[in-house]
């Protein structure tokens, strides 16, 4: 089974506000395209992603994601993260009925194929299923089979909500740099420890974190 993941992406000047502490409002659009750049990178290198849209209206990540090979997908309605998965996947399965979804979270830096595919073939044996983040609170990855709504409520609580939704919880070992997203400083560090793809490295590089 090859899967297309829907990966949202909010605009660069508003994202990634809780990194603050360690990095500026100058670098922060950029550490949060890079972040996209490597979690879309490895997606496409992924043997078990047929392909990837980003939904996101910042003209400079469309940019950037389109060269790496993601489609692009307007943010629409404009009413929140949900609003837009579920618009996305809609998008994707105009065309593609049978294809079974994911939604990814865009702050993956750390993200490993290998781990992905272990990742979304245990998916594959559930209608819904989602991984658990880091922290043990929100949620990584979302997955519909073929002919199911996805049904995102991401946001906070999101690992409870999806567990309560009726989706399986999966309860993987070795796939950290999945459960990796990136929201505060000590995130960070921890993506660092995993080894974070190209475009995060050369711009944390110019960051002075504590423990790196």
């Given at each position: 089974m090859q899967w297309t993941l829907v990966i949202p992406l909010k605009p660069l000047a508003h994202a990634k506000s809780r990194l603050s502490d360690t990095a500026d409002e100058g670098l922060r659009p950029g550490l949060a395209l890079a972040f996209a750049q490597d979690t879309v990178a490895?997606?496409?290198?992924?043997?078990a992603v047929r392909d990837v849209a980003v939904v996101t209206d910042d003209v400079r990540?469309?940019?950037?994601?389109s060269a790496l090979g993601a489609r692009i997908i307007a943010d629409e309605p404009g009413t929140g993260l949900n609003a837009a998965l579920a618009h996305a996947a809609a998008v994707v399965r105009a065309t593609r009925r049978?294809?079974?979804v994911a939604a990814l979270n865009a702050d993956l830096?750390?993200?490993?194929?290998?781990?992905?595919?272990?990742?979304?073939?245990?998916?594959?044996?559930?209608?819904r299923a989602f991984l658990g983040d880091a922290a043990g609170i929100g949620t990584?990855?979302?997955?519909?089979?073929?002919?199911?709504?996805?049904?995102?409520?991401f946001g906070p609580d999101s690992r409870s909500r999806?567990?309560?939704?009726?989706?399986?919880?999966?309860l993987l070992d070795a796939v950290d740099s999945v459960r990796q997203d990136v929201?505060?400083?000590?995130?960070?560090?921890?993506?660092l420890a995993l080894g974070v793809g190209s475009h995060t490295a050369a711009v944390a590089a110019r960051l002075l974190i504590p423990g790196q």
């Open positions: 490895a997606a496409l290198a992924c043997p990540a469309g940019r950037e994601l049978e294809s079974p830096p750390a993200l490993r194929p290998p781990e992905l595919a272990r990742v979304l073939d245990g998916a594959a044996e559930f209608p990584t990855l979302l997955t519909a089979a073929p002919a199911r709504e996805l049904r995102p409520a999806h567990r309560a939704s009726g989706a399986a919880e999966l929201d505060t400083g000590d995130d960070l560090r921890a993506a």
